[in-house]
């Protein structure tokens, strides 16, 4: 069964920095692209970014909300990915989530985690 | 603003059909597959549609999706009050090179 479980979240202060890991379970995760999304409360859903698998290069993509500020990495051996958060502004919080992405360019994303909620707040 | 275009609500009584309009531009959905999305009120996001028309395994044939031009539909039959959810319609845009959804829709089974 493909699970991705996303941790990390939390509290954080203006200008500060925090890192989500995005694990993933009951697929090769290594041959996949793996993408972030953010939804703050209320609102719609939001693409943050994504990294292709190195089969494509280990491409990233991100939204220009947070290019310069987010980064997205992975470490395969794990089945982990990763989205830092630099410089963090109020208007990053939101509740984030992982999936799984199919299709070039992105098609579409079969498979989410349950999310992670950021709050940013001095 | 999002980039796609939905209808903020649609409603409709049990057993009814309903469909959802998302609308877009030559950038995305003109020549990109579209995926639509299901929102359950505290869940995560469900794909329901994939390339246009497509249902994952799992997701019952009252779930249907179409494409034409620079718009796409999601049409849901024999509606049950458990697919009372938030809908997103999602695509590449090619100009922006970035993942754009709709706004989302509000499905009330009255």
């Known amino acids: 069964e493909v699970q991705l479980v996303e941790s990390g979240g939390g509290l954080e202060q203006p200008g500060r920095s925090l890192r989500l890991s995005c694990t993933g379970s009951?697929?090769?995760?290594?041959?996949?692209?793996m993408s972030w999304f953010r939804q703050a409360p209320g609102k719609g859903l939001e693409w943050v970014g994504f990294?292709?698998?190195?089969?494509?290069?280990?491409?990233?993509e991100y939204a220009a909300s947070v290019k310069g500020r987010f980064t997205i990495s992975r470490d395969d051996s794990k089945s982990i990915a990763y989205l830092q958060m630099n410089s963090l502004k109020t208007e990053d919080t939101a509740v984030y989530y992982c999936?799984?992405?199919?299709?070039?360019?992105?098609?579409?994303?079969?498979?989410w985690g349950q999310g992670t909620l950021v709050t940013v707040s001095s | 603003q999002s980039v796609l275009t939905q209808p903020p609500s649609v409603s409709a009584a049990p057993g009814q059909k309903v469909t959802i309009s998302c609308s877009g531009s030559?950038?995305?959905?003109?020549?990109?597959?579209v995926s639509w999305y299901q929102q359950l009120p505290g869940t995560a996001p469900k794909l329901l549609i994939y390339?246009?028309?497509k249902r994952p395994s799992g997701i019952p044939d009252r779930f249907s999706g179409s494409k034409s031009g620079t718009s796409a539909t999601l049409g849901i039959t024999g509606l049950q009050t458990g697919d009372e959810a938030d809908y997103y319609c999602?695509?590449?845009?090619?100009?922006?090179?970035?993942?754009?959804f709709g706004g989302g829709t509000k499905l009330t089974v009255l």
């Open positions: 999936a799984r992405q199919r299709g070039y360019p992105p098609g579409h994303f079969d498979y």
């Open positions: 009951g697929f090769t995760f290594g041959d996949y692209a």
């Open positions: 990294k292709r698998s190195k089969a494509y290069g280990g491409t990233t």
């Open positions: 030559s950038s995305n959905i003109g020549s990109n597959s």
């Open positions: 390339d246009n028309n």
């Open positions: 999602g695509t590449w845009d090619s100009s922006l090179s970035a993942v754009v």
